[in-house]
């Protein structure tokens, strides 16, 4: 296993410039200290998309799309992190070192790999030029010359079962020919043979637009009628889409993908205009597809046929789909008529008819699961309610996009005939007695008990059930009596961490993430704050201190790249340019001295309450020593003067 190099990765954003990243892909204007453009990421007619090139970050005031240049490739591309990074490594003329650990390196024979299938497509494309069976199958099918060319169709002759012999002379022993998936071997014989033999090739690439597989369909009546290549060390069929390289344009333009299931479906409807249409390749959609559809688009459409099969695949991809699903953002499901897939039906009706069908008869994915869940049950009966509660409770444990989840929640409550406050404890597994509640204050006057030296504990706790605590009759203080020693209970005891306020903590980050090096002009206060408390923002502060001379906010940011923490911290940075960048020097500095100062005192503040509730905890449950009850009046004089 080998991973980038975080060294490589600061020395990269340090070479690179944001700015000439993006207008690779867009024209940017200059707007003040920034650029700024419409938002690739969603339609728009006013631009909202900034570029900074001061803190080497882009922000979209409309969908909130943000990062790095790192981000934005990942973004525009669908690449993967490794891979826009060695993409923006080319970009400048280096190479990417790895290092022993983290992520899995690029399999060894990679590069030959690509060279081989790269061959192989073309010879494949020459073939069909001389080959009258393949064209006019084609021909038959409605298929267009200027379309097979923009899609690389080619043809794989089948006399000798060795026509990439032509291409590679050492077909025999080239272990690449078998590691592309370009060739098999027959058991007995031991003999090579092309695994793609009297077909028509549909080459199939990756977002860089290389080619890494085929998927052949038989001339005849052959079997299997379609064919593709195995799993390589370039190409797994449960990540990759067909046609995708060909309509991203299309699919941004529109801010749609369509998802269909075979070859000729993506390339007549590109024929016919509908030029956002990608397939998967012989699998059902799995959740790294979902994951990479909803990167391109804020609407994603599975089209399958209406029958058995086709109904059975929509699920699959319902399935796959509902850990991803996100606010603001519709997956819908269209089934045309039996008789029809998306290749016949553009073909008997146009483009016109077929985007109608796709605009008004799609069904929302909320639609569609509960309304096949409804089928599976008997709505009229208590039974059938209660199985429909169920069959959807795994199902909506998935959804974590709360605006999504609400509405389907909602819409299930109807079906049950439930209100939503019954069915949410239900489907949470939260439905307990309220017998089973947090501890509560005691309202039994005997409790606290009363102490000789006047010491009264300010809080008072009601422990839970089976804390062996037990009242022998009566309310009185001498009725109480302890099962065991409290000092062997350690872990009962109330540990509270010490919390700042989330918005201080969350305007203290957007500061520090957007300007690093106003940790540097402060003393390190953050490290004679208590233990346990906020440990991210103490993180970041001490990073920024260490790091902020020199990094940029991108630079900073890219620290956590592998940490759960990015996804949040990348919002904050985000917000923190549109909150803090037209503030002067002067006022940031302030701003994040009176953050600093106020973050401090209320996690010493959270300290002591912390410490008392403790103390008070013990005192309830064994009593104090000298020393702790000395400590505990401190305590209560100094939270009293904190609070007043």
Known sequence: MARIPEAFIQDLLNRVDIVDVVERYLPLKKAGMNYSACCPFHKEKSPSFTVSHSKQFYHCFGCGAH???????????????????????????????EEAGGAA????????????????????????????????????????????ARFGLGYAPGSSGHGLKKVFEDYDWNKLLTEAGL??????????????????IFPILNQRGSVIGFGGRIIGDGKPK???SPETPVFQKGNELYGLSQARTAIRDNGRVLVVEGYMDVV????????????TLGTACTPVHVQKLLKLADEVVFCFDGDKAGRKAAWRALENSLEYLVDGKRLAFLFLPEEHDPDS??????????????????VPLAQFLLRELAAQVELESEEGRARLVHLAKPLMSKVTAPAYGLMIRKRLAELCRLELSELDPILSGRNEPASAAAPQAYDDPGYPPEYDDGFV??????PRDGNNWRNDGGGGRG???????????????PRLTPRVQPDMVQGLLQLLLFEPVLATRCEPVWLTWPAHGDELLQDVLQSARTHGARMNSAQLLELWRDEPVYTRLAAMASAGMARFERWSDEERELEFANALQAAGQSLIRAATLNRKAELEYRQAHGGLSDVERQEYMALLTQSRSVTS
Not at 71 to 97: D, H, T, W
Not at 479 to 493: F, I, P, V
């Open 268 to 279: 007549m409807l590109a024929q016919h205009g509908v030029e956002y249409a990608v397939a």
């Open 345 to 362: 039906y553009v073909q008997q009706f146009g483009r016109e008819r077929f985007e109608q069908v796709l605009t008004q008869d799609a």
């Open 226 to 228: 379609y064919l593709n």
């Open 479 to 493: 009725n109480w009596k302890r099962k065991g020693n409290w000092r062997d209970r350690e872990e009962e005891r």
């Open 457 to 462: 504990p300010q809080r008072r706790f009601k």
């Open 105 to 148: 390196a690029a399999p060894k024979g990679e590069p030959g790999v690509y060279d081989v299938l790269k061959a192989a497509s073309e010879y494949y494309r020459q073939q069909l030029k001389t080959a009258p069976a393949a064209i006019n199958y084609l021909k038959g099918r409605g298929l267009e010359g200027r379309t097979a």
């Open 183 to 200: 060739v098999g071997e027959d058991e007995e014989s031991h003999r090579r043979y092309d695994r793609f033999r009297d077909r028509v």
């Open 67 to 97: 990062g790095s240049a790192v981000n934005f490739v990942m973004e525009y591309e669908a690449l993967s992190f490794p891979e826009a990074i060695r993409k923006l490594a080319e970009s400048v003329g280096l190479q990417v070192p």
